[in-house]
């Protein structure tokens, strides 16, 4: 047991940096000021939501084998 959850923090972790790498890819790109993780804020528009794009560039990513948590 010890073992799984060892493995799952190391992909998460490895997630985890190929998601702040693109979202900091994103926000340079788009001109945002700040991105923030939703469960902390209490409200926000949709419009500004990049949850979507964040998701289809890792996926990209990830078939491309580039996302850190594709390497082994």
Do not use: C, W
């Amino acid at each position: 047991r010890g073992e799984l959850t060892e493995l799952e923090q190391s992909l998460i972790g490895k997630i985890q940096i190929d998601i702040i790498k693109l979202a900091e890819e994103i926000g340079k790109e788009e001109g945002f000021l700040i991105i923030v993780n939703k469960p902390a804020v209490v409200y926000y528009p949709n419009s500004i939501d990049i949850t979507d794009t964040l998701i289809q560039r890792y996926n990209a990513l990830y078939a491309k084998g580039q996302a850190e948590a594709s390497k082994k």
